[in-house]
T-cell receptor, first 111, second 112 residues
Framework: EPEVTQTPSHQVTQMGQEVILRCVPISNHLYFYWYRQILGQKVEFLVSFYNNEISEKSEIFDDQFSVERPDGSNFTLKIRSTKLEDSAMYFC?????????FGPGTRLTVL | DAKTTQPPSMDCAEGRAANLPCNHSTISGNEYVYWYRQIHSQGPQYIIHGLKNNETNEMASLIITEDRKSSTLILPHATLRDTAVYYCIVRSNTGTASKLTFGTGTRLQVTL
């Protein structure tokens, strides 16, 4: 039973366009995370979000990135002006009982 | 968080036990050992974690040495579906949810 779903599964966009990636928890969670994985590389932490605030972010998470919970349930990652190097798998994760449960990911392709 | 060292790849015959080692010689007293795996391009999947005692669940067993400087993840009867990249991660578990720092992991190939 998946804890987390993500939409879309694949997003293709033009460089410079804004994208919004969505994460939907199955049950109520307080801790959310975004990670990304560029093809062939390691899974990298982007940001953690607790109680509607960013609790930690990596140096990758610059001003082009933002996160929010617009309706109290969905959790979104916005990239304001995409670059070619933003092409990657983006994974949302939830924290429960000491474990992090990852979603299936969104594959972002920037052309 | 302490650094971990894993072999880049391993092979295992289907039905046999897969033993995946991890070195974490700089682990500190409040740090846990976590194992995750990633099948193809799917999201990482939690397997097991432990502090100092050996742990077992429905997926695997985790053996941590007495000095805690290394550990072994054991898949008792590997199947083809266990082919994945396995990540050993050390992090503190203070109650606040901290990030996971992934390394390059061990690519386990299960063969017929």
């Amino acid at each position: 039973e998946p804890e987390v779903t993500q939409t879309p599964s694949h997003q293709v966009t033009q460089m410079g366009q804004e994208v919004i990636l969505r994460c939907v928890p199955i049950s109520n969670h307080l801790y959310f995370y975004w990670y990304r994985q560029i093809l062939g590389q390691k899974v990298e932490f982007l940001v953690s979000f607790y109680n509607n605030e960013i609790s930690e972010k990596s140096e990758i998470f610059d001003d082009q990135f933002s996160v929010e919970r617009p309706d109290g349930s969905n959790f979104t990652l916005k990239i304001r002006s995409t670059k070619l190097e933003d092409s990657a798998m983006y994974f949302c994760a939830m924290h429960r009982g000491g474990e992090q449960f990852f979603g299936p990911g969104t594959r972002l392709t920037v052309l | 968080d302490a650094k971990t060292t894993q072999p880049p790849s391993m092979d295992c015959a289907e039905g046999r036990a897969a033993n995946l080692p991890c070195n974490h010689s700089t682990i500190s007293g409040n740090e846990y050992v976590y194992w995750y795996r990633q099948i193809h391009s799917q999201g990482p999947q939690y397997i097991i974690h432990g502090l100092k005692n050996n742990e077992t669940n429905e997926m695997a067993s985790l053996i941590i040495t007495e000095d805690r400087k290394s550990s072994t993840l054991i898949l008792p009867h590997a199947t083809l579906r266990d082919t994945a990249v396995y990540y050993c991660i050390v992090r503190s578990n203070t109650g606040t949810a901290s990030k996971l720092t992934f390394g390059t992991g061990t690519r386990l190939q299960v063969t017929l």
